[in-house]
């Protein structure tokens, strides 16, 4: 079974390397963004993928759009520390086959991949009881929360604009703007501005249609 590591932190990589070293019949590949994932994927066909959420550049979600647009039936098991089940259930929505936490045994890291590669589902038993009682709305589309200015926000922030531009060109101000991006933040589960920006940038297309 060949397995691709995406993960923009030699460590990470290293680490998952050795929690398969036992495994005789895994080979490990390794990527470290968007562009070298896309190359390994097509130059050596893995049975699984395992991705960050959060690489440089293009994000671990978009990847994931652009890995199942080549293939609808790639395996692909998101690995983070996010153990949020707000971001697994988006991560399970947009195609992925499992989601695991970082800080899992490597036994279940093991367990997950061979579940994958079976054609299985994988979620960590804890992960999957939080989701299961989770509120239903984890699934929905984030935007359906924003109103028309919040949405003008995102879509300027995912065109690269800060938010003195973005005060110019709705014509508020900038403590207005500030105002609703922290609301935003609420809003969408966005821990930091860079969450906010990534957020914006995934959903891009999305707010196009609003």
């Known amino acids: 079974m060949r397995v691709l590591i995406v993960d923009d932190h030699p460590m990470v990589i290293e680490g998952c390397r050795g929690m398969l070293s036992g ?11 968007a562009d070298e994932a896309l190359e390994k994927y097509a130059s050596t066909a893995p049975d699984v993928i395992v991705l960050d959420i959060n690489l440089p550049g293009l994000s671990g979600f978009e990847l994931l759009r652009l890995l199942l647009k080549r293939n609808p039936d790639a395996k692909v098991i998101v690995f983070t520390m996010n153990d949020d089940p707000v971001f697994a259930a988006r991560a399970i929505e947009r195609g992925a086959r499992g989601y695991l936490a970082k800080n899992e045994d490597p036994k279940v890291f093991i367990k997950a991949l061979r579940s994958v590669a079976a054609g299985e589902r994988y979620l960590s038993g804890n992960l999957a009881l939080r989701l299961a009682f989770a509120d239903q709305s984890l699934t929905k589309n984030p935007l359906d929360a924003l109103n028309s200015r919040e949405i003008e926000i995102l879509r300027n922030l995912a065109n690269g604009k800060d938010m003195t531009e973005i005060a110019h060109i709705l014509k508020v101000s900038y403590k207005t703007v500030a105002n609703n991006c922290i609301l935003l933040k609420r809003k969408l589960g966005a821990r930091s501005k860079a969450d906010l920006l990534r957020i914006a940038v995934e959903n891009k297309v999305a707010m196009r249609l609003v």
């Open 23 to 33: 495994q005789k019949d895994i080979d490990v590949i390794e990527a470290h963004n």
